[in-house]
């Protein structure tokens, strides 16, 4: 699938809302409830985030937010691509798109966060796959179980 569009996008529309719903739910089902670190809309809407969503003839396929972290590192947030569009390279498309908009903002480093399950091993693909190697944790996060911290240079 390579038909779509990558655009910055409102987390406030309606369909948007259903896909971080989903995103939610997924990370209160397969993550401990102290590691479900999760985005907000007030902190989808604040200053200096980034908001993308992927979309087909106006289908939401994807989403994928940027945060500021620390001068020139930004982290990857609420990426998630709906689920009848995984495996046709819409989240590879997000992840290029977010890592590029990072470093043409000024960003050297781009880190995420994901759970370290049978339930992530896609995402983790993904990301090893893009050039993220395994981190300590940074930020907010903590050595946990069911969680890894992953960063690369850009």
């Not at 691509?81 to 995984?86: D, G, L, N, P, S």
């Not at 896609?122 to 050039?131: Q, S, V």
Request: neutral net charge; contains cysteine.
């Amino acid at each position: 699938m390579t038909d779509f569009d990558i655009a910055l996008d409102d987390p406030e529309a309606a369909d948007v809302a259903k896909v971080l719903q989903a995103h939610l739910d997924f990370a209160r089902e397969w993550s401990l409830p102290e590691n479900v670190k999760v985005l907000g809309m007030k902190a989808l809407t604040a200053e200096g985030v980034r908001f993308f969503a992927a979309r087909a003839d106006g289908r939401l396929l994807a989403v994928g937010a940027l945060s500021p972290f620390e001068e020139d590192h930004v982290e990857i947030k609420s990426m998630h691509t709906v689920e009848a569009a995984r495996g046709r390279g819409v989240g590879w498309a997000m992840l290029e798109r977010l890592v590029s908009t990072a470093y043409e903002q000024g960003g050297r480093r781009v880190s995420l966060e994901t759970g370290t399950g049978k339930a992530f091993a896609p995402a983790r693909r993904l990301y090893e796959r893009g050039g993220f190697k395994i981190c300590p944790p940074f930020g907010e996060y903590r050595h946990c179980p069911d969680s890894v911290c992953m960063t690369r240079r850009i």
